[in-house]
C-alpha cells in the first residue's frame, strides 16, 4: 500500500499561469534521488502540478518541500509508492486522474547500478536486483499509465537510460542489460503510441533520454578534483525532460534523445 507524503495541496498568488507546463499533471517515478530532486523543482518552475513517488518517504518528502519552496505555491505532491507491485502502481496513476482530472506525464526516473572487475566476475545476484529496478518498474509503470497519457493532449512517457545501454562493457553485463530491456519496453510502448494515432500520428509520446552517467553538486563536493567526462548534471536532465513537451508528439516518440555522445 502506498502512504502519501505532503498531500497537503499547497496554492497560492506566486503562482504563475504562464509556465511552459501550466496546467499539466506529471507523475515522476524515483523523485528522491538527486534527478528526481533537480526535476521536481524544473517541472514546478515551469508550472506543472507535480505529484512525486519513491520507495524511501524521508528522500521523497525532502524532494517535494525542495520542489515546493523553489516555486512558492506551486503544487508538488508525493507518495511512497511500491513500484515493485502492478497493482500498487496502478492504483497511485488512479489516484492522480482522479484527484487532478488528467495525467499529462510520467518521469521515470528509478536507478540503480551494480558491475564487476571482469565479464566473468559478473554475479547474477547484480541481475536479479536490477531486473527489479530498471525492468520490472519501468513494466509496471508503463502498463499504470499507458492509457491515462492516451487520453491526455500532451501525454509524455520518458524513461532516463545510459549509453552503456548501446555499447555494452564488460564488468557492467547485468547493468547495461537491464538498461537495454527497460528501453526495448518503452520503444514498444511508443509503438503502442503510433498504432492508437492512426493516420493523424501519436497523440502522446514515449522517448528515451539517454546520458552516459549523471552528476550533482555533492558529487562534485566530495570529489573537487574529478572531470566527470561527459556526464550529464541533474539540473541539465531536468531541462532536457522539461524541454520534450515543446516538441510535437511524433516527433519524439520512440526516439532516444541523446544527452552525451552516442558510443
Do not use: C
Not at 20 to 39: D, E, F, K, N, Y
Not at 187 to 205: N, Q, V
Not at 216 to 221: I, K, L, N, S
Amino acid at each position: 500500500m502506498s502512504d502519501r507524503v505532503h498531500n497537503t495541496v499547497q496554492e497560492g498568488k506566486n503562482v504563475a499561469n504562464n509556465g511552459s507546463l501550466s496546467g499539466a499533471v506529471i507523475a515522476v517515478a524515483g523523485a528522491g534521488g538527486p534527478a528526481g530532486h533537480a526535476t521536481l523543482v524544473r517541472l514546478a518552475e515551469a508550472g506543472a502540478v507535480v505529484v512525486g513517488a519513491d520507495n524511501n518517504a524521508e528522500r521523497l518528502a525532502e524532494a517535494v518541500d525542495a520542489a515546493r519552496y523553489a516555486r512558492g505555491g506551486a503544487t508538488v505532491t508525493g507518495e511512497t509508492v511500491d513500484l515493485l507491485d502492478l497493482e500498487d502502481t496502478r492504483a497511485w496513476a488512479a489516484r492522480i486522474e482522479k484527484d487532478h482530472g488528467r495525467i499529462d506525464g510520467l518521469v521515470h526516473l528509478v536507478g540503480g547500478w551494480r558491475g564487476s572487475a571482469t565479464f566473468a566476475g559478473t554475479d547474477l545476484a547484480d541481475w536479479d536486483l536490477l531486473e527489479k529496478l530498471l525492468v520490472r518498474t519501468v513494466q509496471h509503470t508503463s502498463l499504470a499509465f499507458f492509457d491515462a497519457l492516451q487520453r491526455s493532449d500532451r501525454g509524455r512517457y520518458l524513461l532516463t537510460s545510459a549509453a552503456g545501454a548501446s555499447k555494452p562493457t564488460a564488468g557492467n553485463a547485468a547493468y547495461s542489460a537491464a538498461k537495454a530491456a527497460a528501453e526495448a519496453w518503452t520503444l514498444a510502448m511508443a509503438d503502442g503510441f503510433r498504432k492508437a494515432g492512426g493516420e493523424e500520428g501519436p497523440r502522446s509520446a514515449a522517448a528515451i533520454l539517454v546520458v552516459k552517467a549523471l552528476v550533482h553538486d555533492a558529487m562534485r563536493a566530495e570529489r573537487p578534483n574529478a572531470k566527470f567526462a561527459g556526464f550529464t548534471d541533474v539540473k541539465d536532465l531536468a531541462e532536457a525532460i522539461e524541454g520534450v513537451w515543446s516538441k510535437p508528439a511524433a516527433e519524439v516518440n520512440g526516439n532516444r534523445l541523446w544527452l552525451t555522445e552516442k558510443p
